[in-house]
């Protein structure tokens, strides 16, 4: 028995509707796939603030008040004795950075103020631009006595191009 191949008639386009539709609906799960892969393989992560807050931190951990038996680092409690201009030159290390920048870091306790600098010019010239400022309640050790106080540390970095302005 043979089959018989049925005769389309004269402007029968049911077979060619059927391809461009599943033609179509073939496009557009590639066109979905690619928008939806594209989007996660692209994506990346904003980092906008962390070398300040990365150079912040390693500035506020070499503050902190070190007993001097145990070691152990008390975070919070910076030693009057050791906030000085050497501590801050020990923990940043110029030649292996890659940007212009100066700090000032603001002591306030019991009355009394300590300001001191890392790259001092470039703090004045660079932060007309673009500073970055951290302020935190602290302790602070003077001899036997402990004050609350706060410290500040503000970064002033040279930037490149034109400024931009961030909310």
């Given at each position: 028995?043979?089959?018989?191949?049925?005769?389309?008639?004269?402007?029968?386009?049911?077979?060619?509707?059927?391809?461009?539709?599943?033609?179509?609906?073939?496009?557009?799960?590639?066109?979905?796939?690619?928008?939806?892969?594209?989007?996660?393989?692209?994506?990346?992560?904003?980092?906008?603030?962390?070398?300040?807050?990365?150079l912040?931190?390693?500035?506020?951990?070499?503050?902190?008040?070190?007993?001097?038996?145990?070691?152990?680092?008390?975070?919070?409690?910076?030693?009057?004795?050791?906030?000085?201009?050497?501590?801050?030159?020990?923990?940043?290390?110029?030649?292996?950075?890659?940007?212009?920048?100066?700090?000032?870091?603001?002591l306030?306790?019991?009355?009394?103020?300590?300001?001191?600098?890392?790259?001092?010019e470039?703090?004045?010239?660079?932060?007309?631009?673009?500073?970055?400022?951290?302020?935190?309640?602290?302790?602070?050790?003077?001899?036997?006595?402990?004050?609350?106080?706060?410290?500040?540390?503000?970064?002033?970095?040279?930037?490149?191009?034109?400024i931009?302005?961030?909310?």
């Open positions: 028995m043979r089959f018989k191949k049925k005769l389309r008639k004269k402007g029968d386009v049911s077979d060619n509707v059927y391809w461009i539709m599943n033609i179509a609906l073939v496009a557009i799960v590639i066109f979905l796939l690619n928008l939806g892969l594209g989007s996660t393989t692209k994506s990346y992560a904003n980092t906008q603030g962390l070398e300040y807050y990365l912040n931190e390693r500035i506020l951990n070499s503050l902190w008040y070190t007993e001097p038996i145990s070691q152990a680092v008390q975070q919070g409690i910076i030693d009057i004795s050791d906030f000085n201009g050497e501590t801050i030159n020990k923990t940043i290390v110029i030649e292996k950075s890659t940007r212009e920048f100066g700090i000032r870091i603001l306030q306790y019991n009355n009394n103020e300590k300001e001191i600098y890392f790259n001092e470039n703090y004045d010239t660079f932060r007309i631009f673009r500073t970055a400022t951290i302020k935190k309640s602290i302790q602070v050790k003077d001899g036997e006595e402990y004050y609350k106080g706060t410290i500040e540390v503000e970064q002033a970095i040279k930037t490149k191009g034109l931009q302005l961030e909310d």
